[in-house]
């Protein structure tokens, strides 16, 4: 990435600026290895940039597959490698637009994410156009802001920032898909709640099983704010999603909900943190994964409460499924706590499925193939019916369906 890069691909100043800035950082800090903790037990040394170009290809966007969308009549906004598709009409109370067409863009870019996370560097030298989710004060909005990204071939560093103003309510839904080709996906997604807002939020990763996915989603949430995230890797040969939330003022909250599901020689990562700041901040994270063939997935999360953060309560939960004997999963929870009035737990669990329950459904007439399918249904089950996202979560079910159908679990 130069200079002349950056400039060639166009913008205002502020954002070849930001561009430049991200590049040059990135070349500072160099590509992180599996050394780093925050990388430990990923394949990142196998990933070679050089190999992947800029995507250049238009591709027609407009309608989606999923099923889940048939009865949709709300907000969609469509994301490819060379532009952006907004409706001309946004719903009430929120505005949707290009970065490059929005004066307040260059203060909300990099606002909450930082670019000493090299995806996070990457992914602002290499942006075309931001896309700008932003809410107005007071608003109230019952159905979701869609956005889908398209992937087609090469390269794609797509940046959604999300705002919310004070007492907003809102919900976005990001949902990834994508072709056959061998593609290089980098995601930021950067998300401010401000005082008493509330935003639901989603993202799916329904690649197919090819390609790399590292996704970064950075949000900040104010006083007596809640964010509630829930996100879906299903797709990519190595799917990554780090979730950083900062629990900023007085009385926030928030909640994450997250679910993957391996297969073949797919790798699954999730890394999270739950950084409380303030005083009566409350996080609870529930992360469900199975894993089946040569599959294997892993999990760190960290609890973070510092100094003057009294009277928080964090929850830190992840359940694994291991399928078969050649798919594997690693859970690591952390804690890090600088007060003494605050109460944190985290639990992990890593096995296969249970065998008296197995034992009842097939004693009843069930088959060992539809035992397992129903136990693993059951398994995700819970988490999706309690997550108050509706759509996103049907398309998630519909997914690990198609999943289940497919896979031979063994």
């Known amino acids: 990435m130069t200079s002349d890069t950056a400039a060639q691909l166009g913008g205002p100043e502020w954002l070849v600026a930001r561009r430049e800035a991200g590049a040059a950082t990135f070349e500072k800090i160099g590509m992180p290895n599996a050394r780093d903790e925050v990388w430990r037990y990923s394949p990142i040394g196998d990933l070679d940039l050089d190999r992947f170009s800029l995507a250049q290809e238009n591709i027609t966007l407009g309608e989606t597959s999923l099923e889940a969308f048939s009865n949709f009549s709300g907000t969609v906004v469509?994301?490819?490698?060379?532009?952006i598709e907004i409706p001309t009409a946004s719903p009430n109370g929120i505005t949707l637009v290009?970065?490059?067409?929005?004066?307040?863009a260059s203060e909300l870019f990099g606002s909450v994410a930082n670019d000493a996370d090299a995806m996070v560097a990457l992914n602002s030298a290499h942006v075309r156009d931001p896309l700008i989710v932003d809410v107005a004060k007071g608003s109230l909005n019952d159905e979701p802001v869609v956005?889908?990204?398209?992937?087609?071939?090469?390269?794609?560093?797509?940046?959604?920032?999300?705002?919310?103003?004070d007492g907003a309510v809102a919900s976005v839904i990001e949902i990834f898909v994508g072709g056959d080709a061998d593609t290089l996906s980098i995601p930021v997604t950067e998300i401010e709640?401000?005082?008493?807002?509330?935003?639901?939020?989603?993202?799916?990763?329904?690649?197919?099983?090819?390609?790399?996915?590292?996704?970064?989603i950075s949000a900040r949430?104010?006083?007596?704010?809640?964010?509630?995230?829930?996100?879906?890797?299903?797709?990519?040969?190595?799917?990554?999603?780090?979730?950083?939330?900062?629990?900023?003022?007085?009385?926030?909250?928030?909640?994450?909900?997250?679910?993957?599901?391996?297969?073949g020689d797919q790798i699954h990562d999730l890394r999270t943190q739950q950084d409380h700041v303030a005083p009566k901040t409350i996080s609870d994270l529930l992360c469900k994964g199975a894993v089946t063939g040569s599959s294997r997935s892993v999990y760190t999360g960290m609890i973070k409460v510092r100094n003057g953060a009294i009277r928080s309560n964090a929850m830190q939960?992840?359940?694994?499924?291991?399928?078969?004997?050649?798919?594997?999963?690693?859970?690591?929870?952390?804690l890090d706590i600088s007060e003494n009035d605050v109460r944190c737990s985290h639990a992990s669990t890593v096995g296969p499925l249970d065998e008296d329950q197995r034992y009842y459904l097939e004693s009843r007439g069930i088959s060992?193939?539809?035992?397992?399918?129903?136990?693993?249904?059951?398994?995700?089950?819970?988490?999706l019916e309690k997550t108050p996202l509706p759509l996103g979560t049907a398309i998630a079910q519909e997914e690990i369906e198609a999943r289940l159908s497919q896979e031979s679990l063994v």
């Open 147 to 165: 956005i889908v990204h398209h992937a087609s071939s090469g390269s794609m560093f797509p940046r959604t920032i999300i705002r919310l103003a």
């Open 368 to 383: 060992p193939v539809n035992t397992e399918r129903l136990l693993v249904r059951g398994f995700f089950r819970d988490l």
């Open 221 to 263: 949430v104010g006083r007596d704010a809640n964010v509630m995230q829930f996100t879906t890797g299903l797709g990519a040969a190595y799917d990554r999603c780090r979730s950083d939330v900062e629990l900023a003022g007085q009385g926030a909250s928030s909640v994450l909900r997250s679910t993957y599901f391996g297969s």
């Open 98 to 104: 290009k970065g490059s067409e929005y004066g307040e």
């Open 193 to 216: 709640a401000g005082d008493g807002a509330n935003l639901r939020y989603g993202s799916l990763q329904l690649l197919n099983r090819v390609g790399w996915h590292l996704s970064t």
């Open 78 to 83: 469509h994301v490819a490698a060379t532009g």
């Open 317 to 334: 939960t992840n359940h694994n499924l291991v399928l078969s004997e050649t798919a594997h999963a690693d859970t690591v929870p952390n």
